[in-house]
């Protein structure tokens, strides 16, 4: 039983470069989520889908998309990375709201921007 | 600003004793409350939850604590074990925000043997 699986797990850019994080769920969830994890600031969420086709600004959009591809994939994207947005990014998914509003997740993407 | 915070960055304890982690809140909206372990190089996993209508909710070893009044809740783990340490963090949601979770900085608990 996978769950939530991202990829890659690690990646090193320079700054400028773009990138997508890819990300799909096996449990047919409704909802997914990118977050962020830096030191001292807990998980910060990027963006949102509550269903396939829709997608909504979390607390730090800035500098980054999303798209909703399908009911078990949501990749994020960094077109032009920043030095600032080296940090551990999570994708995660919940029932909601068809289910349970308990989020899971990925075991992460550890990026960083030199 | 945080809407949630975990004011003890660690937390070292006895294996066999209790560990109590706390949590504190701002936004009067959150009617959901999640406590999610964290080990190194892995996602986070659900721990444990408490709805608002609740001042108690328990699972095995787990115990969390809801005061609304305070705006606090906490997370009680008996016995302690070396298994248990981990970071935790504490998350709060609210229905008016589809549940999206907020997040507390994490609270980094060592099991001493």
């Known amino acids: 039983n996978a769950g939530v699986t991202q990829t890659p797990k690690f990646q090193v850019l320079k700054t400028g470069q773009s990138m997508t994080l890819q990300c799909a769920q096996d449990?047919?969830?409704?909802?997914m989520y990118w977050y962020r994890q830096d030191p001292g600031m807990g998980l910060r969420l990027i963006y949102y889908?509550?269903?396939?086709?829709?997608?909504d600004k979390g607390e730090v959009p800035n500098g980054y998309n999303v798209s909703r591809l399908n009911k078990r994939e949501f990749s994020l994207r960094l077109e032009s990375a920043a030095p600032s947005q080296t940090s551990v990014y999570f994708c995660a998914s919940s029932a909601y709201p068809t289910g349970g509003t308990e989020a899971f997740f990925g075991q992460g993407t550890r990026l960083t921007v030199v | 600003d945080q809407q949630v915070k975990q004011n003890s960055p660690s937390l070292s304890v006895q294996e066999g004793r209790i560990s109590i982690l706390n949590c504190d809140y701002t936004?009067?909206?959150?009617?959901?409350f999640l406590w999610y372990k964290k080990y190194p190089a892995e996602g986070p996993t659900f721990l444990i939850s408490?709805?608002?209508?609740?001042d108690k909710n328990e699972d095995g070893r787990f115990t969390v604590f809801l005061n609304k009044s305070a705006k606090h809740l906490s997370l009680h783990i008996v016995p302690s074990q070396p298994g248990d340490s981990a970071v935790y963090f504490c998350a709060a949601s609210a229905a008016s925000n589809d549940y999206k979770l907020s997040f507390g900085a994490g609270t980094t608990v060592t099991v001493r043997a």
């Open positions: 889908s509550a269903s396939e086709g829709t997608t």
């Open positions: 408490i709805s608002s209508i609740k």
């Open positions: 936004n009067s909206m959150f009617d959901y």
């Open positions: 449990m047919n969830h409704n909802s």
